[in-house]
């Protein structure tokens, strides 16, 4: 499919999605967002794909939701149009998806790796909630993700002052899973998202639901969902393939059913 504002391609089973507005510094306006959640759903239902690697460029990841489509709206133009909607998209793609993650990663740029699975970063990789210097605050997830990821007080200073962390900083909050060097980042990425793949899928799905699920419910019922989840496993021929293959020393082979 022809996209106008992103770029999208396959390296062995993982989808990558590039967003390509370069001179706007990847500025997430609606188009974007709507191919983005477009493609994210075309790969979640492609059988070749295991997991899905969205990136922007060197420069930038996305240095926010595009100021300039809504600088004159009104509250309720903002209200009806909402196009914060189609973020929830992004909540319900199965596979995992992947932040690839170098330069400016700055409002809803910072929202958006967050609403990933995972996000790697390259060490040049700044991320931040700069919405406050510009007269609102984060809208599409940041006070809540930011806040689970790297906790109050950290959080509350980034929201309140709008100052960006250095990747090193962001791995030690522990808002990305690792810092990689600038050439490397996005063949790291790759690399990771063709290992995800090439696990059982449906033990990947599963995994993916029960951690997100984490964020979501009381201890108790997380711990429930997940039993849950890990006994549905043993219904799957991939649980008799794994640890069979297990047992006879052999490697697995995993047909995801
Ligand atoms: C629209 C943007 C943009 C943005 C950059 N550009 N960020 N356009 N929306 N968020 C455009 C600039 O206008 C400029 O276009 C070009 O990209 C290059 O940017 P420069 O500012 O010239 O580059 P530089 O001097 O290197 O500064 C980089 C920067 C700065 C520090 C990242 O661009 C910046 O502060 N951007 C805004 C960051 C921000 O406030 N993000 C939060 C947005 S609100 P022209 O045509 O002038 O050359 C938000 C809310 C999310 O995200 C809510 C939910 C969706």
């Keep these: 499919m022809d996209y106008a504002t992103i770029l999208t391609s396959v390296t062995g089973r993982a989808g990558?999605?590039?967003?390509n507005r370069p001179q706007q510094l990847n500025?997430?306006?609606?188009?974007?967002?709507?191919?983005?959640?477009?493609?994210?759903?075309?790969?979640d239902q492609d059988e070749r794909i295991g997991c899905i690697v969205i990136t922007g460029n060197q420069r930038a990841f996305a240095a926010g939701a595009d100021i300039k489509e809504m600088a004159d709206a009104t509250a309720v133009e903002m209200l009806l149009r909402d196009n914060i909607k189609r973020w929830d998209r992004i909540r319900q793609i199965k596979k995992p998806i992947i932040a690839a993650v170098s330069g400016y990663c700055l409002g809803g740029g910072c929202e958006l790796a967050m609403?990933?699975?995972?996000?790697?970063?390259?060490?040049?990789?700044?991320?931040?909630?700069?919405?406050?210097?510009?007269?609102?605050?984060?809208?599409?997830?940041?006070t809540q993700r930011l806040t689970r990821a790297i906790g109050k007080s950290k959080a509350m200073e980034m929201v309140l002052t709008g100052r960006s962390m250095g990747a090193r900083e962001a791995e030690q909050a522990g808002l990305v899973a690792r810092v990689v060097p600038v050439e490397a980042y996005l063949d790291e990425a790759l690399k990771l998202a063709n290992e995800i793949a090439s696990r059982?899928?449906?033990?990947?799905?599963?995994?993916?639901?029960?951690?997100?699920?984490?964020?979501?419910?009381?201890?108790?019922?997380?711990?429930?969902?997940?039993?849950?989840?890990?006994?549905?496993?043993?219904?799957?021929?991939?649980?008799k393939e794994g640890m069979r293959a297990f047992v006879e020393k052999r490697p697995a082979e995993w047909h995801g059913r």
């Excluded at 990558?16 to 967003?19: G, T, V």
Aim: aromatic fraction near 8%.
């Design 16 to 19: 990558l999605i590039q967003l």
């Design 27 to 43: 500025a997430l306006n609606v188009t974007v967002m709507e191919e983005v959640a477009t493609a994210l759903e075309a790969f």
């Design 115 to 142: 609403t990933c699975d995972l996000i790697i970063a390259s060490e040049s990789a700044q991320f931040g909630q700069p919405e406050v210097n510009i007269g609102v605050m984060p809208g599409a997830g940041g």
């Design 200 to 239: 059982p899928p449906i033990a990947v799905r599963l995994a993916k639901e029960a951690v997100n699920k984490a964020f979501e419910t009381p201890l108790s019922d997380g711990l429930d969902y997940e039993r849950r989840l890990f006994y549905f496993l043993f219904a799957t021929d991939d649980q």
